[in-house]
């Protein structure tokens, strides 16, 4: 296996990033798409491409397909005013990745954090990640699978025992 930080290495520098896999060098790489975790799935990204193809990708046809890449739904601009970001983070190490960006794309502005964490996810662990960014949380239940589904009590629980105020759940 290609493990990112031994065959898959990144070097960013403002704002660009190199990125070496076991095929090939590439230098000053941008995403389109807001956060900095971005990088990380850009190098994932051109590394399983490598490796299916078994040679390494064009740079003079990569960067300019870079800049047309957007990733809908992480840190996804849809509109504004007032501004609305959608980020589908669907575990912890997503949370943190989104939480760890908010502020390139929101700056400063209070938010108001909307969740549905299914069931079979770390409740806790993801609203601690996501609760010092916001000045409210609302908690809401996904349409899906009843097996899946987090109760809104769990949520509410949380929310209250961990943020009594200003966290509202409803």
């Not at 046809?61 to 970001?85: K, M, T, Y």
Request: charged share 20%; aromatic share 2%.
């Amino acid at each position: 296996p290609w493990l990112m930080g031994r065959e898959i290495t990144i070097a960013t520098r403002g704002g660009r990033a190199d990125v070496e896999t076991p095929h090939g060098t590439y230098h000053a790489l941008a995403t389109a798409s807001p956060g900095a975790f971005q990088i990380d799935n850009l190098a994932v990204g051109l590394a399983a491409a490598e490796r299916r193809l078994g040679t390494p990708l064009d740079p003079e046809r990569l960067v300019p397909a870079l800049a047309e890449v957007r990733v809908a739904g992480r840190l996804e601009v849809v509109s504004g005013p007032p501004l609305l970001v959608m980020d589908g983070a669907h575990n912890l190490a997503g949370m943190q990745a989104l939480t760890g960006s908010l502020a390139s794309v929101v700056g400063t502005r209070p938010l108001i954090g909307v969740i549905s964490i299914l069931g079979d996810k770390d409740l806790n662990a993801m609203i601690a990640a996501l609760a010092p960014s916001c000045v409210h949380i609302i908690a809401t239940r996904a349409c899906r699978r009843q097996s899946r589904r987090r109760s809104l009590d769990a949520c509410r629980t949380i929310l209250r025992h961990d943020r009594p105020s200003p966290a509202r759940p409803r």
